[in-house]
């Protein structure tokens, strides 16, 4: 009955929500003002923060953090006080569509449902709206240079955290041919290199994978364990075998190949670690 409620709730408010979905380091922060601007969306959440226009209203950025399970947590809203600031930020504003950004669609799930938001009812997709060239230009800037982009003014991060920010760029949006009403949109977006990301020439050892492998998977699904973890570093990055155990009851549910897309898109979004490939043995338990 609550759930109903809130829907009802939603529904007469008029809220719609969208969500960018993409890999790690594919341009997605790069883009989201250009969506919003298109879609006319008054707030974005983006890596822990809660963005209007150019300003952070409330939240914490992921690339703040110092760790790569630190940043796990905080891009997720895991902690609940964080949660209960940008819930709090969200009901002061009128706002009546708002886009979160994520890695796949069941990250932009489990934030709508931390945030108590409606379900996304319109998913873009970064390949949709970003050329292949774009998107494996960000990613070779990202992985080879552990730059990530924050879309806010330099001057919001510098206030926290100074010692994060590389550059500042500004980008054009020339909404002519789509919104032909609106004039050209100038943005202005922060390049920063997270602390997390500054560990990334150096060899990781399986300890270290195994730990954050165990995060990332109980972000995904608590009932899932890991019993093993080896890994080989190649030229490509890193290729990791992986033994799980699932309860019988999630085996049909969970498969092989969304548990391979969800490790290696965290690993490389959080950590800056290229993931080559991952061998899953899944074992199941009762």
């Known amino acids: 009955m609550n759930r109903i409620f809130k829907y009802a709730f939603w529904k007469i408010k008029g809220t719609k929500v969208f969500a960018l979905v993409g890999k790690s380091g594919t341009g997605k922060s790069f883009r989201s003002k250009m969506v919003a601007e298109e879609h006319n969306i008054d707030l974005i959440i983006d890596d822990g923060l809660l963005i209007k226009g150019d300003k952070m209203l409330a939240g914490k950025s992921a690339k703040q953090d110092h760790t790569f399970i630190a940043a796990v947590r905080t891009a997720v ?12 930020a969200l ?5 009546h569509r708002i886009l979160i950004i994520g890695t796949s669609e069941k990250m932009v799930s489990k934030i709508a449902s931390r945030l108590s938001i409606p379900q996304p009812e319109k998913i873009f997709h970064i390949e949709d709206i970003a050329t292949k060239d774009e998107i494996d230009t960000a990613m070779r800037v990202r992985f080879t240079e552990g730059k990530h982009v924050i ?10 955290s100074p010692k994060i920010v590389l550059d500042s760029m500004k ?3 020339h ?3 789509i919104l032909p009403w609106k004039r050209t949109q100038v943005f202005e977006k922060t390049i920063v290199r997270p602390d997390f990301t500054r560990f990334s020439k150096t060899v990781i050892s399986d300890a270290a994978l195994t730990q954050m492998v165990v995060h990332c998977l109980d972000e995904f699904d608590q009932s899932i364990r890991v019993i093993s973890l080896t890994s080989k570093v190649y030229d490509n990055g ?6 799980l155990r699932i309860p019988t009851s999630h085996m049909m549910k969970t498969s092989i190949s969304e548990l391979q897309e969800y490790i290696s898109e965290s ?3 959080y950590g800056s670690i290229f993931i080559a490939n991952v061998a899953i043995d899944m074992e199941e338990w009762n």
Not at 77 to 88: G, L, N, P, R, S
Not at 91 to 95: N, V
Not at 151 to 160: F, G, Q
Not at 238 to 243: A, D, G, P, Q, T
Request: no cysteine; proline share 7%.
């Open 238 to 243: 890193y290729s990791l075998s992986v033994k």
């Open 151 to 160: 879309p806010v003014p330099s001057i919001e991060i510098t206030r926290t």
């Open 267 to 269: 690993l490389e979004k």
């Open 91 to 95: 009901q002061k504003e009128r706002y």
């Open 171 to 173: 980008v054009l949006f």
């Open 77 to 88: 809203f895991d902690d609940e006080e964080h949660q209960k600031a940008v819930i709090t």
């Open 175 to 177: 909404p002519n041919k």
